[in-house]
């Protein structure tokens, strides 16, 4: 068994983009550094898109600089088009991630023009990153995999030909995303091995909402089918602001808690990392975190195995 297991904190951009309340962009900082520090070397800062549909996203320019100074630190950036992704490129991301729904209304609420378009887009970005002169990973979230909420079921065979598309399109890295939170360990079972038949090692990680509170069962079950990186969000904030009825993330906390007490390794100090909720909760006072394993404290039973 594969005992390392990749995590990308997206509590500054998913967590924090349909927040009720804005986040002060030194306190993003300042956070940004504690989840650092607790060990997530893997951070998705914010996002480079319209700072009128988005405001929470408006300072990604300006934070991204002071965050490629935190050592051993990959640095992620969500961007939507073109526009965007040269804005990250420029601003030093290492990673850039664009979203493509297999839902085409949910693509058109979410980007602007529908799956086929986007992935076009994709292909635009990829080629313009492969002219720069210095390499960024270009990631792409399959978004409304399991499910929308406008369109309904979303159909395993289109959600494996959209990945296949955005390989094709020049995507490094792709994601299966449960926009909404509706899938369940056997449907991600049948969607993580339908895309691993058309697009093999390329699929790599699970972006999950824990709408049904299914989320960890979803992540074991993705564990079972080989996965070992996830996205998750201290706290379990987040959600898709044009995703009807979406919410909040899997909880970075319970998520470490669930594959270190399992055995496999994620490089994340959990005292260190609660002790990060502390600032996100006093500057979000009006969201609710959640957190089975901050809210029982660290059993006696939990491994030493960051000590180790
Ligand atoms: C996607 C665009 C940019 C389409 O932008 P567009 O195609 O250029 O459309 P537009 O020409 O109609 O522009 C719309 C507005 O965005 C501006 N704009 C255009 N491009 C940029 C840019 N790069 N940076 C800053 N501003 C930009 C543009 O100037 C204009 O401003 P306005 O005149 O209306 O004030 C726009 O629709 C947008 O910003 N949408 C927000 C998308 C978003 O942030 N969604 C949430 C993240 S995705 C997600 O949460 C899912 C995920 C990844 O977590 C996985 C999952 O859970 O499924």
Not at 42 to 65: H, K, N
Request: glycine share 10%; hydrophobic share 50%.
């Amino acid at each position: 068994m594969e005992q390392e297991v990749r995590l990308c904190e997206v509590g500054p951009r998913d967590g924090l983009q349909m927040a009720r309340g804005m986040m002060a962009a030194d306190d993003k900082l300042r956070w940004i550094r504690q989840l650092a520090a607790a060990g997530l070397r893997e951070i998705e800062v914010g996002s480079f898109v319209s700072p009128r549909l988005v405001p929470q996203m408006a300072d990604t320019g300006q934070l991204l600089p002071q965050v490629l100074g935190i050592d051993g630190l990959t640095v992620c950036a969500l961007a939507c088009n073109l526009k965007g992704a040269i804005a990250a490129y420029e601003a030093g991301a290492h990673v850039i991630a664009i979203p493509v729904s297999v839902s085409d209304t949910h693509s058109h609420a979410n980007v602007g023009k529908g799956t086929d378009a986007q992935v076009e887009a994709v292909a635009t970005i990829a080629d313009w990153l492969r002219s720069q002169a210095r390499p960024a990973r270009l990631d792409v979230a399959v978004a409304t995999a399991f499910g929308c909420s406008m369109e309904g079921a979303v159909p395993v065979r289109r959600v494996a030909q959209v990945a296949a598309a955005v390989m094709r399109a020049g995507a490094d890295e792709i994601a299966l995303a449960d926009t909404v939170g509706y899938a369940h360990p056997a449907g991600v079972r049948e969607a993580v091995r339908a895309a691993q038949d058309a697009v093999g090692a390329r699929l790599v990680k699970l972006h999950l909402h824990d709408t049904m509170g299914l989320g960890l069962a979803n992540a074991l079950a993705g564990l079972d089918e080989g996965i070992r990186a996830f996205d998750a969000c201290l706290g379990g904030l987040g959600g898709c602001p044009f995703a009807p009825g979406a919410s909040g993330n899997i909880v970075t906390e319970d998520l470490v808690f669930m594959l270190e007490s399992m055995g496999y390794r994620t490089g994340v100090d959990l005292p260190r990392l609660l002790a990060a909720r502390a600032l996100l909760a006093a500057s979000l006072p009006r969201e609710t975190l959640r957190s089975g394993v901050a809210a029982a404290g660290i059993p006696r039973t939990y491994p030493a195995a960051m000590a180790a």
